[in-house]
Structure formats: C-alpha cells, structure tokens
C-alpha cells in the first residue's frame, strides 16, 4: 500500500464517528436549543466525535478488524454520552 491508499483508509476509518458525532451534535442543538443554548455545536461535536473515534478504535483492536456491529454500537453509545456529559450534566 502507498502513502495515499493508507491515508484514505486512515480517514476512511474516521469518518464514521465523526459523521454519527456531526449529525447527532446538530440533531441534539436543533432540538433541545433552549438547554444547549450555552454550548456550541463545534464543541458538541468535538467531544462526541472524540469519544466516538475512541470506541472505533477500541473495537479495532478488540476485535482486530474494521466494520463489525458491536463497534458500529459502541460508537453511537460513546457519542450519546458524551452529548450528555458535555451538554446535560449540571456543572457544580
């Protein structure tokens, strides 16, 4: 494989999480606007896109290969929580 073939499977293996992180982000900021009103998409989507890139890479090396369900799951659970980490838990 060549520098450019591994660099699209590097970004090809990214972009699901952060695809799930981008739309949940902006599907959580349209419809709970009022209580995410203080927080940014952008950042919404940095820490669910981080969490997600986690679970990807976590189910890579557990499993040891790409594209099973369990971490297609996985992702879309570490994104949820940390939507709500970031945008719900009240800060003391």
């Not at 998409?41 to 890579?60: C, E, K, V």
């Not at 929580?81 to 970031?86: E, G, I, T």
Request: hydrophobic content about 65%.
């Amino acid at each position: 494989m060549d520098l450019l073939g591994g660099l699209w499977h590097f970004l090809n293996f990214f972009a699901a999480p952060a695809g799930v992180a981008l739309l949940a982000s902006l599907f959580a900021k349209l419809l709970w606007y009022r209580d995410l009103a203080g927080t940014a998409w952008w950042r919404l989507w940095l820490w669910s896109g981080g969490a997600a890139a986690l679970a990807a890479i976590a189910g890579l090396a557990w499993y040891g290969r790409d594209g099973k369900m369990a971490t297609y799951g996985a992702i879309v659970a570490a994104c949820a929580l940390a939507l709500w980490w970031r945008g719900f838990r009240r800060r003391a």
